[in-house]
């Protein structure tokens, strides 16, 4: 990346992938993959601005990651909604896999939502329900997706948070990364120590790792939305899930209107089947609440691009850089990156550093060799006769050992007795009952810690690959 000071503009490194590509600059970096700005060439002068994820460096060679980032370019090129991330092109550049998507000059709503408490414009409720809603059809298009033979894929999101809802300058809402969806083609499964997903947005049957089903989602997206309006997922308190667990229902804030309450109230409950039933009836009633709550004249797009005008830091203010061009001189204004945003949940803060200007490699200019006549051989003076060499014996090599690739199993922990108990595996916690854990092959130690400090074991438990998701081992008293 070179930058131009003059201008805050960092121009193109020449880099491009399957030919057409080219890298302009760095979004940001998650946890399996690194995203750019990148131009589109196509014929006859024509150019897209895009968002390339490609693996990071660091995880090229790790299969299971490879086969999940390929499972969400799969998934993600089956759904077409206005208010989904589009996935625009797959493929493999020098055995790396990348994708492209649909660049979104704008910010996510976590991010949004801070920024108007920090200048005393929190979001306004009216504009947190619009949200909400077009979140949940977006959804309700991913839920009800089939595929090729027309059979329902059962996709569901799993990460739905603020920090994964993006609202562009112009207004439009876009919810992003299925990078940990559920799907029934999926390829690699995602079972693993813990639920996959921020534990404070998070269903109660999702972080059990029971059967899920788009009403997690709704339960997701309920959190979400209590978090614009409040600041704060109603999950906050770290204890707030094991009262859930345990049949005590979450209550929205106070200070939300009665009609917002009750919207919050069905979303969040404990048992999904007093949940919204899908999430189309979740966008509907969010609808219903905003008619009523807001002025006659109210429209979405209108009122996010004020809002968002009025809470973006001033140094954040101007859109997306200038298309980089061959025929470009130097400015006179600078340009100050945005954050711009993919179809990714980025760690780094969603802001951009501009690389420093790398120092220029002097070319080497090779002079025309003279022709010069070559000189005859000198005589080879002949060889002394060879000495005999006794070799010490070599020592043999260690047998090489293949490591055998590790087995897993599940263990439910569960029953009355044991709820609110802390867990120890091996003299380790690993979280609160009732839960279910992914374990290594093999005999654990398993004890419970009771609310009133009484201990349960440790009783040796044998897991082994037998034990399933759907047929765990379990210890339920």
Request: hydrophobic share 45%; glycine share 8%.
């Amino acid at each position: 990346m070179l930058r131009n000071e003059a201008r805050g503009y960092i121009g193109p490194a020449m880099t491009r992938l399957a030919g057409k590509y080219e890298l302009v600059r760095p979004l940001g970096q998650g946890g399996m993959a690194e995203v750019f700005e990148a131009i589109l060439h196509g014929d006859a002068g024509f150019r897209r601005r895009v968002a390339v994820k490609r693996m990071a460096a660091d995880r090229v060679g790790d299969e299971r990651l490879q086969r999940m980032f390929v499972d969400e370019a799969r998934l993600a090129s089956r759904l077409h909604h206005p208010n989904l991330v589009a996935v625009i092109d797959f493929g493999i550049a020098d055995g790396v896999a990348f994708q492209v998507l649909e660049l979104v000059d704008g910010f996510d709503v976590a991010r949004l939502a801070s920024w108007g408490v920090g200048v005393n414009r929190p979001m306004p409720e009216a504009v947190a329900l619009g949200i909400a809603a077009h979140v949940a059809h977006a959804l309700h298009a991913a839920h009800t997706a089939t595929g090729d033979d027309g059979a329902p894929l059962n996709i569901v999101h799993r990460d739905v948070s603020p920090q994964n809802v993006l609202v562009s300058r112009g207004g439009d809402v876009k919810l992003a990364d299925f990078g940990i969806a559920l799907w029934e083609q999926r390829t690699e499964k995602t079972l693993g120590a813990t639920a996959r997903g921020k534990p404070t947005y998070m269903a109660p049957e999702q972080a059990m790792r029971s059967a899920i089903d788009g009403r997690a989602d709704v339960f997701s997206l309920g959190c979400t939305l209590h978090a614009l309006l409040t600041g704060h997922s109603p999950l906050q308190d770290e204890n707030a899930l094991v009262d859930l667990l345990s049949g005590l229902e979450l209550e929205p804030a106070s200070t939300l209107p009665a009609p917002i309450r009750e919207l919050l109230g069905r979303a969040i409950r404990r048992d999904r089947q007093a949940r919204f039933p899908t999430a189309e009836a979740f966008a509907l009633d969010c609808e219903r609440v905003l008619k009523a709550l807001a002025p006659a004249d109210f429209e979405l797009r209108r009122a996010l691009r004020e809002w968002t005008k009025a809470v973006v830091p001033p140094d954040l203010a101007l859109p997306l850089t200038p298309m980089p061009s061959t025929a470009a001189t130097p400015g006179r204004r600078r340009w100050v990156w945005p954050a711009v945003f993919a179809t990714v949940s980025l760690s780094a803060g969603g802001f951009l550093l501009a690389t420093r200007e790398p120092k220029a490699v002097p070319v080497a200019v090779v002079p025309a060799e003279p022709v010069v006549t070559p000189t005859p051989p000198a005589p080879v003076e002949p060889t002394p006769a060879p000495v005999a060499v006794v070799e010490a014996p070599k020592p043999k090599r260690p047998a090489v050992v293949v490591a055998q690739p590790e087995t897993r199993g599940v263990l439910a922990i569960g029953g009355e007795r044991f709820l609110k108990g802390e867990v120890l595996v091996d003299g380790r916690s690993v979280g609160f009952a009732p839960r279910q854990l992914e374990l290594p092959s093999g005999t654990h130690q398993v004890e419970i810690v009771l609310v009133d400090g009484s201990r349960v074991g440790p009783r040796a438990l044998t897991i082994g690959p037998q034990h399933t998701e759907s047929s765990p081992q379990r210890w339920v008293e």
